[in-house]
């Protein structure tokens, strides 16, 4: 079992639909949960990360995480044509791992107009 | 501006050649890292530096090699020995313990001729 577990979707939604992007992790000892968006042929960039478990926003994104079922999700309000692109979950855990991110497989997403 | 630049952008190799991919930061940052990314596969850890002069092997280490001679640099080689050299390479920096996430750089495409 892969230790961060994302749909790779493609997944297609109109213009100003509510987004939903998940992730599921097996190691309870993941610390720092977080999102990146990246664009074709480009690096990722983050978007949003957090280390507790509850919602975090930001404008138009939220990020939710919930460590007693290792289910962290990305949502996206009002999506638009420019939400295009690959979404990546990232875990990153203390200890020995510290610094590593482990990614996720990373999220297709195209909002047509 | 600060960032983290990684070229060549496009990279052509010869069958038994080895090429270096080079990765400079300006952000001070202490650890960097080397991903390779393959369609449908997310990222990968190749090899990570945590500091000056130090670095460990990631989970697909074989057939690359580094160094961390500067801070700010961390170049990375593919040998002759990797057999399957075709990705995209991706180079990041963070602070120690990687808690603020990673910047990204925008990527080398390297392709086996």
Not at chain 1, 28 to 44: D, E, L
Not at chain 1, 70 to 88: G, H, M, N, V
Not at chain 1, 91 to 103: E, I, Q
Not at chain 2, 20 to 25: D, N
Request: glycine share 10%; net charge neutral; hydrophobic share 30%.
């Amino acid at each position: 079992q892969k230790e961060v577990e994302q749909d790779p979707g493609p997944l297609s939604v109109p213009e100003g639909a509510i987004v939903s992007l998940n992730c599921t992790y097996s190691n309870s000892a993941f610390q720092y949960f977080m999102w990146y968006r990246q664009y074709s042929r480009k690096g990722p960039e983050l978007l949003m990360y957090t280390y507790s478990s509850g919602n975090k926003e930001d404008g138009r994104f939220t990020a939710q995480v919930d460590k007693s079922s290792k289910y962290i999700s990305l949502f996206i309000r009002d999506s638009q044509p420019s939400d295009s692109a690959t979404y990546l979950c990232a875990r990153n855990a203390g200890g020995t791992s510290y610094g590593k991110l482990t990614f996720g497989q990373g999220t297709i997403l195209t909002v047509h107009p | 501006d600060g960032g983290i630049t990684q070229s060549p952008k496009y990279l052509f190799r010869k069958e038994g050649q080895n090429v270096t991919l080079s990765c400079e930061q300006n952000l001070n940052h202490d650890a960097m890292y080397w991903y390779r990314q393959d369609p449908g596969q997310g990222l990968r850890l190749i090899y990570y530096s945590q500091i000056v002069n130090d670095f460990q092997k990631g989970d697909i280490a074989e057939g690359y090699s580094v160094s961390r001679e500067k801070k700010e640099s961390f170049p990375l080689t593919v040998t002759s020995a990797q057999k399957n050299p075709t990705a995209f390479y991706l180079c990041a920096s963070s602070a120690a313990g990687g808690r603020d996430g990673y910047t990204f750089g925008s990527g080398t495409r390297l392709t086996v001729v």
